[in-house]
């Protein structure tokens, strides 16, 4: 069955990194487009970054310059490199896939504080 699983989140100063990944099984990785989104306690779950299935990326505003996102096809994993991390990134982040319907990972809480 379709999985993803997420992983690398922490707590991290304001300023520092972190990198994010997802193992993906259970379907043709490589076809598809995959994406992380990030949910804050009180918010809506919002798109971070998206990677098509030909490694042409896209980002939220509001990650733009900051966040990379890359997609290792051998390994069927997606990985978000986060830098110059603000208090305001602090959020579970999600991965996700669309299919015929619509799959997430557990999470991985990002805590960016002093």
């Known amino acids: 069955q379709v999985q993803l699983v997420e992983s690398g989140g922490g707590l991290v100063q304001p300023g520092g990194s972190l990198r994010l990944s997802c193992a993906a099984s259970?379907?043709?990785?490589?076809?598809?487009?995959m994406m992380w989104y990030r949910q804050a306690p009180g918010k809506e779950r919002e798109l971070v970054a998206r990677i098509s299935s030909d490694n042409i990326a896209n980002y939220s505003d509001s990650v733009k310059g900051r966040f990379t996102i890359s997609r290792d096809n051998a390994k069927s994993t997606v990985n978000l490199q986060m830098n110059s991390l603000k208090p305001e990134d602090t959020a579970a982040y999600y991965c996700?896939?669309?299919?015929?319907?619509?799959?997430w990972g557990p999470g991985t809480q990002v805590t960016v504080s002093s």
């Open positions: 996700h896939v669309q299919l015929i319907f619509d799959y």
């Open positions: 259970g379907f043709y990785f490589r076809i598809y487009d």
